[in-house]
C-alpha cells in the first residue's frame, strides 16, 4: 500500500495572474520541506503558464481544472491534455459537479475527457459525488455507483484518484461528517475493487487515492484524515488562502 496524504486545491473562476502568482508563492514557501505528502493546486487557465514557472522545481504539483475530450483542431474554446501538459500540468480535475450541473458534463464526456487525458500523460482527479435530494432519498449509492461504473471501466487506474464531493457540501459550510465520509470512501474503495475483477485489471485497490471535497477547512481536515479510507482533501474555497491551505496541509496527517 502506497497512499500518502494528498491535499488539492482547486481555485475554481478565482484569482487574476498577479493574485495567483502571490497565492502560489505563500504556499510554495509554506510546503519547503514537506516530503511525506502530496500537494497539487489548480489555477484557472489563465494563471497556469506564470503558476507553472513558480512551482517548477518545488514540491508543489500543477494541475487544471478541466480539458477538452479532443487533443488539437477545430474545436472553439476549448484546452487539451497536450496544451496542459506543455504548461507543466500533470493533473486534470474532471467531473466537477460544477461542470456536471452548469456544463451539461455527463460520465460518458468525462470518461472521454479521462480517456484521451491519461493517454496523453495526466493523471486525473474525478470528482464523484450525490446531491442532496438523493441523499435523503438514499440513493447516494446507487449514484455513485453509476459514476464509477460509467466512467473508470475502461481506464488506466494507476492515473487515477478520485475525490467524494458530496454536492450539498461544497462552498456551503457544511461538511460531511468522518462517518459519513468513510461510508461513502469505503464503498468507492469496494467498488471500483469491484471494477478492477469485472475488467480484469491488473491494480491494487489499496493504492487507490481518494480524496474528500466539500466545506473542508484546517478545523475539519483532522477529523475526516483519521478514517480509514480518507486520504486527503480537494479544497475549494479554503485553498484561496495561503495561511489557511498550509494549515490544512500541516493538519492533514
Ligand atoms: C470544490 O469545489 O471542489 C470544493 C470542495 O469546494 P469547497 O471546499 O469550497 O466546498
Not at 47 to 55: D, G, N, P, Q, Y
Not at 143 to 163: F, G, P, R
Not at 187 to 200: H, L, M, P, W
Request: some cysteine; hydrophobic content about 40%; glycine content about 10%.
Amino acid at each position: 500500500m502506497s497512499r500518502r496524504p494528498f491535499l488539492a486545491g482547486n481555485w475554481k473562476m478565482n484569482k487574476l495572474v498577479g493574485e495567483a502568482v502571490d497565492l502560489v508563492k505563500g504556499i510554495v514557501d509554506g510546503v519547503k520541506g514537506i516530503i511525506d505528502k502530496d500537494i497539487l493546486v489548480c489555477p484557472p487557465f489563465t494563471a497556469l503558464s506564470e503558476v507553472s514557472k513558480i512551482v517548477k522545481g518545488t514540491n508543489v504539483n500543477l494541475g487544471a481544472q478541466n480539458c477538452s475530450y479532443k487533443d488539437s483542431g477545430a474545436y472553439t474554446g476549448e484546452i487539451s491534455p497536450s496544451m496542459l501538459l506543455d504548461l507543466g500540468c500533470s493533473y486534470v480535475i474532471l467531473g466537477h459537479s460544477e461542470r456536471r450541473t452548469y456544463f451539461g458534463e455527463t460520465n460518458e464526456i468525462i470518461n472521454e475527457k479521462a480517456k484521451l487525458a491519461i493517454s496523453k500523460g495526466l493523471k486525473i482527479v474525478y470528482c464523484v459525488g450525490e446531491v442532496l435530494e438523493e441523499r435523503k432519498n438514499n440513493q447516494t449509492f446507487d449514484v455513485i455507483k453509476k459514476q464509477l461504473d460509467q466512467v473508470l471501466y475502461n481506464l488506466d487506474l494507476n492515473s487515477v484518484i478520485i475525490a467524494y464531493e458530496p454536492v450539498w457540501a461544497i462552498g456551503t459550510g457544511l461538511t460531511a461528517s468522518p462517518e459519513q465520509a468513510e461510508e461513502v470512501h469505503s464503498f468507492i474503495r469496494k467498488t471500483v475493487s469491484n471494477i478492477v475483477k469485472d475488467a480484469g485489471k491488473n491494480f491494487d485497490v489499496n493504492d487507490l487515492v481518494i480524496l474528500y471535497g466539500g466545506s473542508v477547512k484546517s478545523s475539519s481536515i483532522k477529523g475526516l484524515m483519521e478514517c480509514e479510507d480518507v486520504d486527503g482533501g480537494l479544497i475549494g474555497g479554503a485553498s484561496l488562502k495561503a495561511e489557511e491551505f498550509l494549515n490544512i496541509i500541516n493538519n492533514a496527517k
